[in-house]
């Protein structure tokens, strides 16, 4: 048994294979690798693609999700090992994913970081959980990767691109109003060097340098296939000859907890915004984002309008990508 916990785990040749079988997806939507099975989704965070596209997912594998969620009733849960008790959590993570285990064949779970203090953040606590504990695959929605958006990422940009390696693969932080989950923009920039592209990351100051656990990654995996990772704060010198431009924004880790200050530097770079003239300085690049996306804060409606944009291929292609997952573990 194997759980999808991120793309790390994963050889390329072994996300390739899952990639070509959500292309036959595309194709030929329905099938049968989850007849008669049930996959539970736990979304602890809001979701409009992820819950729509897993449940379509499902149901097209003739197979049927439950969805649970704290809003829908469930009981608050624990995560630490060996606390006493006696708070608001009703339920540990180990009888919730050993029971579900019991009644389920695949289990999803949507868990972002609180954003309090990262040390505790970056453990992974309630998909490692659920991974330890769970008898059947688990399977990452979100949490501090988005390992599920890396796979339709990669997918959009191979049907555009035919092969990847060698390609500018430009990550730009970009203003929010709000201080963002680093789930994507760390998953993209893996995924980005694993697949052989030449990876830049774009972000105003040494401050919004992501998580070295990812910059490591990253590196390594460009490093594997001859490429170099390169960290950028000169918005030109990025954009240029970019084959690909990935929109994100995220909160700054120092600040992590104590937004408030880290609030005064975002506010200074409203001007990363993904507009026309930055568009101009690239290869004819290819530009996208995770979606949920603020127009005109995060990409001018120009740029996302614009042939080059493949953000809806890439909603879409979370359906596909996640069947070739679930059809993966479902062995
Ligand atoms: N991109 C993504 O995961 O979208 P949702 O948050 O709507 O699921």
Known sequence: ????????????????????????????????????????????????????????????????????????????????????MDGEAEEHVKEAAKVLSRYCDMIGIRAFPKFVDWQEDRKDKILNAFGKYADVPVINMETITHPCQEMAMTMALQERLGQLDGKKFVLTWTYHPKPLNTAVAN?????????????????????????ERYIGQAAKDAGAHGNALTIEHDIEKAYDGADVVYAKSWGAPPFFGNWEPEKGIRDRFKHFIVDEEKMAMTNNALVSHCLPMRRNVKMTDAVFESANCIAYDEAENRLHVQKAIMKALAG
């Open 1 to 84: 048994m194997k759980h999808f916990l991120n793309t790390c785990d994963w050889s390329r040749p072994e996300l390739q294979a899952m990639i070509d079988e959500a292309r036959a997806f595309k194709a030929s939507p329905k099938g049968d690798a989850l007849k008669a099975k049930t996959v539970a989704l736990l979304f602890l965070n809001n979701s409009l693609r992820t819950r729509t596209s897993f449940e379509v997912g499902v149901n097209h594998l003739g197979g049927h999700a439950v969805i649970l969620s704290p809003s829908g009733g469930m009981w608050p849960l624990e995560f630490e090992d060996g606390v006493v």
């Open 187 to 211: 998953s993209a920039l893996m995924i980005a060097a694993k697949f052989g592209m030449k990876p830049t990351l774009l972000c105003p100051t040494e401050d919004y340098i992501l998580d």
